[in-house]
């Protein structure tokens, strides 16, 4: 073929992976909209239209001149600009999955993962897990027969197949190599800081109750600081924080207590971490593969780079701090910057991953981590997932959750069909204390001002504006200096919690 009908071969990829990218953007939108404001009763016109979605993406990506195009594209690869090589290449993965996955399975998982989420709201509610099980297991039979088509199309592991669609390139023996080293040192640290703590001063209690209107103001404020652009996105409630949408409309959700005004706030930080790198993505790139987020690994490690590592450091608390303050009519010491750390920086087991302090949050993704895997290779099925859970958090925190709602109940993940999510909030983490350190000298002062401009242009240049050029691993790389490791993350907690 001409290098000429190549370059439109390339051209109509372009035009056909633009209108995928417009679907795509619907069902995010879709999703938000059952998340925070769809009645229980437009559940199943819901599910339809999400199911109809997702089929005629699949159609289009499977097609047979979508594979036409690809080949006759690939025969000019060399000709092209490097963004565009990198395009095609996406093309190229993307295609793999899709092709991997038979239609009728991708409907039947689409209606599933509706009615199973649908499902978990309730039972959540009421603590019955004997309600959620058999839609947990019927999904989880089609996301097993998912992952074999693709372990079969890609010569993986059925969770490395599951995996790759959420971190690109990843396996599992990166991550049982990163998680085994993470055990070896985790649960000695945890002991030391608890020790030094138990010496220390207890935070003052920082008393409510704090009006939902005043957390969300507190929330929109923080998120105006943070670079959140309000002409391009909203913050909603829902059941479980998330972020959705596309880069130039986001959808950010978080939930509220009265009582306590600090979860909520940094699940706020967290999700507009989320949500500033889909706003980060290369604009001229925005409707192709090349110019989308490289991964849920990348993705995590910017949520965490702005909750954990700035959000939590002494400078932005000091900022923050008398904000606070004056937001809820305040008085005392408790409403002091120490005091405010102590109350962020405090150690312990506890039950709930989202509520988790940063030293025992690994230890909830590496309970996920092992079961998801187990329930994919067929060695635990739903129904025993309450009493393997337990036995996980004995092990790994040394607590039992007293009832399933905060047991094996608590994550809207595998209900909304989310296998081989987990580990990535862990990768994460690590790779955000990578990237924190090696951005500290450029950003650290500026966040006492409130000023979050210097690390954001900081990780614009070499995470958002990359893209899916690189692998997730290329990206850390180069940004930091170092492949992706546990060592900067150590680090992190010992200068932190112990120095």
């Given amino acids: 073929m001409s290098e000429q009908n190549s370059t439109t071969a390339y051209t109509t990829l372009k035009s056909r992976f633009q ?7 619907a069902q995010a939108v879709l999703h938000w909209d059952r998340a925070t404001m769809m009645p229980e009763g437009g559940a199943q016109a819901r599910a339809e239209q999400q199911a109809t979605l997702s089929l005629i993406a699949h159609e289009t990506l499977t097609a047979p001149e979508t594979s036409d195009l690809l080949a006759s594209a690939r025969e000019s690869a060399d000709a092209l600009a490097a963004w565009d090589r990198a395009n095609l290449a996406e093309m190229g993965r993307i295609h793999r999955h899709a092709t991997a996955t038979p239609t009728d399975l991708v409907s039947k998982l689409s209606h599933q993962k509706s009615k199973t989420e649908m499902i978990w709201r309730k039972a959540r509610a009421a603590n019955d897990f004997a309600a959620l099980a058999p839609e947990l297991t019927n999904l989880l039979g089609l996301v097993r027969e998912q992952a074999a ?19 690109p390139d990843r396996r599992s023996v990166d991550i049982d190599r990163l998680f085994t080293e993470l055990e070896g040192f985790l649960p000695d640290l945890l002991k030391k800081v608890m020790e030094k703590q138990a010496g220390a001063p207890k935070p003052l209690p920082i008393k409510g109750p704090f009006s939902i209107p005043l957390q969300e103001k507190l929330g929109r404020d923080v998120m105006a600081v943070l670079g959140f652009d309000f002409a391009h996105g909203r913050l909603d409630v829902s059941h479980h924080p998330f972020t959705g949408g596309v880069p130039d409309d986001s959808r950010i959700t978080t939930r509220y207590d009265e009582n306590d005004f600090m979860e909520s706030l940094m699940a706020v930080v967290h999700e507009t971490g989320h949500s500033l790198y889909e706003r980060g993505l290369p604009p001229e790139w925005r409707n192709q593969p090349v110019g989308r987020s490289r991964g849920m690994t990348i993705h995590e490690s910017q949520s965490l780079l702005f909750e954990m590592q700035a959000g939590r450091s002494t400078e932005f ?6 904000r606070l303050k004056k937001l809820f009519n305040g008085e005392g010491e408790a409403w002091s910057p120490e005091n405010i750390l102590r109350h962020y920086r405090k150690v312990g087991p506890s039950l709930i991953r989202v509520s988790a302090d940063e030293l025992t949050y690994p230890l ?34 040394g607590i039992v959750p007293p009832n399933d709602a905060d047991g094996c109940m608590q994550d809207i993940h595998w209900p909304s069909g989310s296998f081989g999510y987990f580990p990535t909030y862990t990768l994460g983490a690590l790779t955000a204390a990578q990237l924190f350190a090696a951005a500290r ?8 001002q409130g000023d979050f401009t210097p690390l954001i242009s ?34 992190h907690i010992e200068s932190r919690y112990l120095s």
Avoid: C
């Fill in 19 to 25: 209108r995928l990218s417009a679907l795509g953007g």
């Fill in 441 to 448: 000298g450029t950003a650290g002062n500026a966040l006492a």
């Fill in 149 to 167: 088509a693709k372990a079969s199309a890609f010569g993986l592991s059925l969770y490395d197949a599951l995996l790759d669609g959420y971190d």
């Fill in 317 to 322: 608390i000091s900022f923050l701090a008398p």
């Fill in 458 to 491: 900081w990780v614009r240049e070499r995470v958002h504006g990359v893209g899916s050029s690189k692998t997730p691993d290329e990206i850390i790389l180069a940004a930091t200096g170092s492949p992706l490791g546990t060592q900067a993350f150590k680090r």
């Fill in 364 to 397: 909830h993704v590496i309970l996920r981590y092992r079961l998801e895997k187990a329930m994919i290779t067929g060695d635990l099925v739903p129904a025993d997932l309450p009493a393997a859970w337990a036995e996980g958090m004995n092990t790994l925190l």
